[in-house]
């Protein structure tokens, strides 16, 4: 059974960094299309970045040049670069591949959570100001 374990989340003061880590197994993160997702109290799950098997990156607009989505295949992990982080970003963070041979033609099918198969348990972000 495919398995996604998020890890690296944690409590931060605004202006700073996190790093998560999602360690996929029965799964080989390379020709798959993999992206974080995040969900705060009492608001709808959304699409934070995504990358696809070509190694092609999009982002959500609020994250756009803070957070870099990244894949280490040899490890077959998939990262999450958060810098300049703001309290807005406080949520719980979800690590999500898409079903075998899936394609996403655009940025918004990319960062739909409803296109994505397989789910971690989340790890929580929280960010103070």
């Known amino acids: 059974q495919v398995q996604l374990v998020e890890s690296g989340g944690g409590s931060v003061q605004a202006g700073g960094s996190l790093r998560l880590s999602c360690a996929a197994s029965k799964l080989t993160v390379s020709p798959y299309c993999m992206g974080w997702f995040r969900q705060a109290p009492g608001k709808e799950r959304e699409g934070v970045a995504a990358?696809?098997?070509?190694?092609?990156?999009t982002y959500a607009s609020p994250v756009k040049g803070r957070f870099t989505i990244s894949r280490d295949n040899a490890k077959n992990t998939l990262y999450l670069q958060m810098d300049t982080l703001k309290p807005e970003d406080t949520a719980m963070y979800y690590c999500?591949?898409?079903?075998?041979?899936?394609?996403?033609?655009?940025?918004?099918?990319?960062?739909?959570?409803?296109?994505?198969?397989?789910w971690g348990q989340g790890t929580q972000v929280t960010v103070s100001s």
């Open positions: 999500a591949a898409a079903a075998p041979g899936v394609y996403f033609p655009n940025a918004d099918t990319a960062l739909n959570p409803f296109r994505y198969t397989y």
């Open positions: 990358i696809d098997s070509a190694g092609t990156s």
